[in-house]
Structures are given as C-alpha cells and as structure tokens.
C-alpha cells in the first residue's frame, strides 16, 4: 500500500520560509518522479515543481527562484523549500507520484502566507 504524507506548513508571514516534506512509503522510491501541487480557495489544483530520478527539477514560472524541490532517498522522503513566500503561496500543498497503474496522493498541508 503506498502512502504519502506531507508535513511543514503553517502560518508564514509574507517574506518569510518554510520547508514541506513528503514522507513516502513506497517500494523503490529511488526510482520514482516526485511531484508537488498545491490548490488554493477556488482554484484548480496547479503542479508546483517536479524531481525525477536523475535528480532533474522543473518549477512552475510563478515560483521559479524562490522554491527548491530535493529529495533524500535514504529517507523516502522529497521535500519543498519555499523562501521569499507570498500571499499568492497560499494553498494547500500535496506531493505526488505514479506508481502502475495509478497516481497517489498525500493528504495535504495548509500554507498560509499572511501579515
């Protein structure tokens, strides 16, 4: 049974950092291509970043810069570093990955960016 776990938001004033984890119990980890979305009120569910296996990274425009996607195999976990966070950050954020024949998801964790 794979299951993902996020964990890391919370409440961040605008300027400010935080770093998501994606714990995941999966076979071979190594080999899968982690991705993170997040939804925010009202709005579709956007992908955020991606890492594949070779350690290759993607990133949607509106954060490029300012958000970090990495991973550490010997923990099954990626993970998410948000810096220079704005109130447009706001959303729920979930990681994600495809194992055949199905994509699988995290439950979700708040980020709220406000003053």
């Known amino acids: 049974q794979v299951q993902l776990v996020e964990s890391g938001g919370g409440l961040v004033q605008p300027g400010g950092s935080l770093r998501l984890s994606c714990v995941a119990s999966?076979?071979?980890?190594?080999?899968?291509?982690i991705h993170w979305h997040r939804q925010a009120p009202g709005k579709q569910r956007e992908l955020v970043a991606t890492?594949?296996?070779?350690?290759?990274?993607y990133y949607v425009d509106s954060v490029k810069g300012r958000f970090t996607i990495s991973r550490d195999n010997a923990k099954n976990t990626a993970y998410l570093q948000m810096n220079s966070l704005k109130p447009e950050d706001t959303a729920v954020y979930y990681c994600?990955?495809?194992?055949?024949?199905?994509?699988?998801w995290g439950q979700g964790t708040q980020v709220t960016v406000s003053s």
């Open positions: 999966v076979i071979a980890f190594n080999i899968r291509t």
């Open positions: 994600r990955l495809f194992v055949p024949t199905r994509d699988y």
């Open positions: 890492i594949t296996s070779a350690g290759t990274t």
